[in-house]
């Protein structure tokens, strides 16, 4: 059904030069902006927007909709967007498209400034709401009503729908297109003050009913909503629509490329002739913004579209919008992923033309790198399983030392204490090993990671036949940094902490939300994908230091994988670990 992507070098290297740096490249050599004023207003001083320190350079801009938390796509967008204002020293707007009072919550815009924040992105004093805008948006209404260029529709949705025609038929004009103009703002001023039911009437641009472009066919841009606004309240009933309203604010903000994803290209003649006739009327000043279309994310094993992440979370399926399996910004956090490893993800897809999936691994591998290179090492015991090693005194207790970040040994390195008692992974020891298995197991000998070799003498058993405990001796002269360390060779290395010492924590260990590459593709309810293995908790033991770990700190967990301090629920003395990633890919397997 679909190409899935895995970018190597070429297209990271691609990525640095895009078709939008070009295009933005041409249109500075070009000199586009240059002796342009600060606002979008003709003679305008920039009355909402603080002036950057040139007016010249470019201006882009991040429009979410605040009726959700942001997703993995929305971290492509910010990345691009934020990316070339810093790139060319110019601004990126954070804007919110509150057009819409039905959906709309505070909860939702506190979220998204978050995430952008998280992501390593300032707006400055550019943070602006489509509400904002409304007075202007409606006095541009006007204006194009008594310039011939809107008019007020009472058909009912059905008859507009019919006459609208279709892709391969040409739409039909109503019954009220030609009406005069003094009649058409005489109602439309009646809708803004409350005089007829939702529904009743529309405001429609009047352009070609026939054109072969549908979004031309005189689109509505205002309708009645009798709804409380999260910002204006109750003051408007009637409101724009996300296409009249668009245009609009990246006008007025003198937005110099409007990058959108390709679902919006169809809409970029409306656009045009939007911002031309209000630019011709002197409403607006040029030269005005320009759109421009790249390629949405698609990511395999996740779900991106906001109506089915509500549902999710609504119905329960997750925990809430900061589930860290959920593909949200705020569910990446907590699952530990990092804002370098999303920037670097965007650099390493890149942007294009043409529609593609890219595989949930490439999203992984970035964080992993990312991880690989800023996290430092821990020791955790996923599966505890007791070692005794039976001629070691009692009661004794020495350091051993590991280095931090084995690439890095400006991190210096900690003691880990060895007791007669330890902890090891109850994988790491078999009574019949298979072929090849050169752990623990009786008569074998393996090295205490950072310690001594041991050798295995037995294990003890309960009842049902479960091993309890294993049994060891350890060699004296071998402790790892002194010069016995290499005399005795072995092939098996494992992890270990001391069972006195060791911090007992709660370890999450999460794996993709959906089991299948496209959840729900073609018809299917896509919670039939549900991975019901997408959590797995375990009572681990790790390293007493960890308990101090800052909440949202990152680690590796030596041969498991890296994990994160849990943001929420994380206490000193009841730790909570993530895994974010695991060491290595899995899932191609
Ligand atoms: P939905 O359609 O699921 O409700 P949306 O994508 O329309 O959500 P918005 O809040 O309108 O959500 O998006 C804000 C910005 O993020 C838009 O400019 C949009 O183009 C961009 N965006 C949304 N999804 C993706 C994606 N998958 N990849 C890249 N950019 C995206
Ligand atoms: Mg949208």
């Given at each position: 059904m679909?190409?899935?992507?895995k ?5 990271a290297?691609?990525?640095t030069?895009?078709?939008i ?14 002796g ?8 305008d ?26 997703h ?21 707007h ?9 959906k709309?919550?505070?909860?939702y815009?506190?979220a998204?400034?978050?995430?952008v ?10 943070g602006y709401?489509a ?6 948006m409606?006095e541009?209404?006007e ?15 059905e ?30 001023r009646e ?7 939702d ?20 689109p ?5 909503r ?17 296409t ?40 607006l000043?040029?030269?005005l ?15 991106l ?9 609504a119905e ?19 699952r530990?992923y ?7 993800f ?13 595989d949930?691994s490439?999203l992984?591998d970035?964080?992993?790198?990312h991880?690989?290179e800023?996290a430092?090492?821990?020791?955790a ?6 070692l005794v ?10 350091d051993?030392?590991a280095?931090?970040?084995?690439q890095?040994p ?5 003691a880990?204490?060895l ?5 090891i992974?109850?994988e ?5 090993p ?14 205490l ?33 002194t ?5 005795v ?51 681990a ?17 030596e041969?498991h ?12 003395d009841?730790p ?6 695991t ?7």
């Amino acid at each position: 059904m679909s190409k899935s992507a895995k970018p190597g070098t070429e297209a990271a290297a691609a990525s640095t030069s895009n078709f939008i740096r070009s295009h933005i490249e041409a249109d500075l050599a070009a000199g586009k902006y240059a002796g342009r004023g600060w606002g979008g207003r003709p003679g305008d001083a920039g009355s909402h927007a603080a002036a950057p320190a040139d007016p010249a350079r470019i201006r882009t801009r991040f429009p979410p909709e605040p009726n959700g938390y942001l997703h993995l796509g929305h971290a492509k967008s910010i990345c691009l967007n934020f990316g070339l204002a810093q790139h060319y020293g110019g601004a990126c707007h954070l804007r919110f498209d509150d057009t819409n009072p039905e959906k709309e919550e505070q909860e939702y815009v506190d979220a998204i400034r978050d995430a952008v924040h998280w992501l390593g992105f300032d707006w400055g004093p550019h943070g602006y709401f489509a509400s904002d805008y409304f007075d202007f948006m409606y006095e541009a209404a006007e204006y194009l009503i008594g310039s011939g260029h809107a008019y007020v529709d009472e058909q009912s949705a059905e008859d507009m729908r019919r006459n609208r025609g279709t892709l391969t038929e040409p739409g039909r004009p109503g019954p009220w297109r030609e009406r005069p103009a003094a009649e058409s703002l005489a109602r439309f001023r009646e809708m803004r003050a409350g005089k007829h039911p939702d529904g009743a009437m529309v405001l429609r641009a009047k352009i070609d009913m026939a054109s072969p472009n549908i979004n031309l066919r005189d689109p509505v841009i205002y309708r009645i909503r009798k709804a409380t606004h999260h910002r204006t309240g109750d003051a408007w009933c009637i409101y724009p629509l996300y296409t009249y309203a668009h245009p609009i604010e990246d006008a007025l903000e003198r937005i110099t490329h409007s990058i959108c994803t390709l679902e919006f290209e169809d809409q970029r003649p409306f656009y045009d002739w939007l911002l031309g006739k209000l630019a011709d009327g002197g409403l607006l000043a040029r030269p005005l913004p320009q759109q421009i279309e790249f390629a949405r994310l698609n990511l395999t094993y996740v779900v991106l579209s906001k109506r089915k992440l509500i549902q999710l979370v609504a119905e329960r399926h997750v925990d809430g919008w900061d589930d860290p399996r959920m593909p949200t910004l705020a569910g990446a956090r907590r699952r530990g992923y990092t804002p370098e490893g999303f920037r670097r993800f965007a650099e390493r897809i890149g942007v294009s033309k043409a529609d593609s999936w890219i595989d949930y691994s490439v999203l992984e591998d970035c964080m992993r790198e990312h991880l690989n290179e800023s996290a430092e090492r821990r020791i955790a015991v996923l599966d505890p399983l007791k070692l005794v090693i039976d001629n070691y005194p009692e009661g004794k207790q020495e350091d051993c030392y590991a280095p931090n970040h084995p690439q890095k040994p400006e991190l210096g390195r900690r003691a880990v204490p060895l007791t007669r008692e330890l902890w090891i992974e109850r994988e790491d020891f078999s009574e019949n090993p298979p072929k090849g298995y050169f752990r623990l197991f009786p008569g074998n000998s393996v090295r205490l990671r950072y310690g001594y070799v041991v050798k295995c003498t037995g294990c003890d058993k309960d009842a049902q036949g479960n091993v309890t405990a294993v049994h060891c001796e350890y060699l004296p002269d071998t402790k790892s940094g002194t010069p016995g360390a290499e005399s005795v060779k072995v092939k098996g290395n494992i992890h270990w902490l001391s069972a006195r010492e060791a911090a007992e924590a709660e370890v999450r260990l999460y794996d993709r939300l959906f089991r299948t590459p496209h959840p729900g593709a073609g018809d299917r309810d896509f919670l039939l994908d549900l991975n019901p293995d997408s959590r797995k908790t375990v009572a681990a033991r790790v390293e007493s230091g960890l308990r101090s770990a800052a909440p949202g700190s990152c680690f590796q967990f030596e041969r498991h994988g890296y994990f994160v301090a849990d943001l929420a629920d994380f206490r000193a003395d009841a730790p909570v670990f993530n895994r974010a990633v695991t060491l290595r890919d899995s899932w191609g397997k």
